[in-house]
């Protein structure tokens, strides 16, 4: 067994503690399978928060059995659609806040949410020429609230 003590030097963060009952890992090696773990970690939490992870209603182990792997498939699923949206698009949304350097899954829910709304709602009629879209201005303002509402 191998325990490490991690001591910041600055007083920014807290000492931490970790252990390894793996034969063969050194110092670095527990350091990096814990910090491998944040990826898991912030994944977990974003599905909790903006997916319903682990809020399955149903008692049967069948109901959790389907319901979960389906969220998992959804959570990239909006990953992939995010990384898809075309790069000029005006309605790309980005919630900023102090210290945020880069793009949260809320923002890509929200991108995909938007751009939906905006491609399968508002898209041009085919066959009724005197229909009026709205203007861009409305259109925008409507799909930036409604896309922010979870």
């Given at each position: 067994m191998l325990w490490v003590f991690v001591?910041?030097?600055?007083g920014r963060h807290q000492d931490e503690y970790f252990y390894s009952t793996k034969p063969g890992f050194n110092v670095s090696d527990v350091i990096e399978a814990f910090v491998g773990r944040w990826h898991i970690e912030v994944t977990f939490e974003e599905m909790r928060e903006h997916l319903g992870l682990e809020t399955t209603r149903g008692r049967a182990q069948y109901t959790v059995l389907r319901v979960e792997p389906c969220l998992f498939l959804?959570?990239?699923?909006?990953?992939?659609w995010y990384s898809q949206l075309p790069e000029c698009q005006s309605g790309m949304i980005h919630v900023c806040w102090r210290g945020k350097a880069t793009i949260t899954f809320s923002d890509a829910i929200t991108s995909v949410r938007r751009?939906?709304?905006?491609?399968?709602?508002?898209?041009q009629p085919r066959i009724r020429t005197h229909f009026e879209k709205l203007p861009r201005p409305t259109r925008n303002a409507i799909l930036d609230a409604?896309?922010?509402?979870?």
């Open positions: 001591h910041d030097v600055s959804l959570h990239t699923q909006i990953a992939f751009h939906l709304w905006d491609v399968h709602l508002f898209q409604l896309a922010l509402v979870t």
